[in-house]
């Protein structure tokens, strides 16, 4: 089993542009997660797919992000009109289904927004 | 409301060392898990132990043990004869269902661990 997978790994851009990151899961794990990490905290959840089901989107997530999982496979999480703001480490995690089960993460997109 | 604390922000010891990471965490739920991630300077996040909240045995595996005490509400992490590999930022989290049936993660801000050679 490979592990979770994210492209790119370093994105930066400049305010206003719209960039968009893919998370590729573990295969065969129903669940998909994208958490926000910014410089010396902990990572605080986005949102969630439970297959292409997006079942709960955080208050974090402005009308400026969206997210997909168009398969039930790979996701992707877009950001319009990026701001300083959403500069930070965008995560990913995959579980399969199941009570409390272990979340695998993915090693990150680093955004930095000029 | 569900709260991790870990306030130790950085610790450095000198290799071969033992170090304990502190967490607390807080929750109304009777059923919880508890879990540390280790996330080195690559950025992904490895997991190290999930524990539930039934569950008060004492861990060990290698030179990793873990103590669990719902009476102080406290899920502290330890390395014996720290090594300089060791080097990373270390996140306890708590696990919880949502209405919707999601299982989030809710992280402490993490502990900064430096081993020096």
């Known amino acids: 089993d490979t592990g979770v997978s994210q492209d790119p790994r370093h994105k930066i851009t400049k305010r206003g542009q719209n960039v968009t990151f893919r998370c590729d899961p573990i295969s065969e794990h129903n669940r998909l997660y994208w958490y926000r990490q910014t410089l010396g905290q902990g990572p605080e959840f986005l949102t969630y797919?439970?297959?292409?089901?997006?079942?709960?989107k955080s208050r974090l997530l402005s009308d400026r992000f969206s997210a997909e999982r168009p398969k039930g496979s790979f996701s992707t999480l877009e950001i319009q009109r990026t701001e300083q703001g959403d500069s930070a480490m965008y995560l990913c995690?995959?579980?399969?289904?199941?009570?409390?089960?272990?979340?695998?993460f993915g090693a990150g997109t680093r955004l930095s927004v000029l | 409301a569900q709260k991790v604390t870990q306030a130790q922000t950085e610790i450095s010891v000198v290799e071969k060392e033992d170090v304990t990471l502190d967490c607390v965490y807080e929750t109304r739920d009777t059923t919880y898990y508890l879990f540390w991630y280790k996330q080195p300077p690559s950025g992904e996040l490895v997991f190290l132990i999930r524990?539930?909240?039934?569950?008060?045995q004492n861990e060990i595996s290698g030179r990793y043990s873990w103590n669990f005490q719902k009476s102080t509400s406290s899920f502290n992490f330890t390395i014996t004869a720290s090594q300089v590999v060791d080097s990373a930022v270390y996140f306890c989290a708590l696990i919880y269902s949502s209405n919707f049936g999601n299982e989030k993660l809710t992280f402490g801000t993490g502990t900064r661990l430096t081993i020096i050679p």
């Open positions: 995690a995959s579980s399969p289904l199941g009570a409390k089960n272990i979340q695998y």
């Open positions: 797919f439970q297959n292409e089901a997006q079942l709960e």
């Open positions: 524990r539930n909240s039934f569950d008060e």
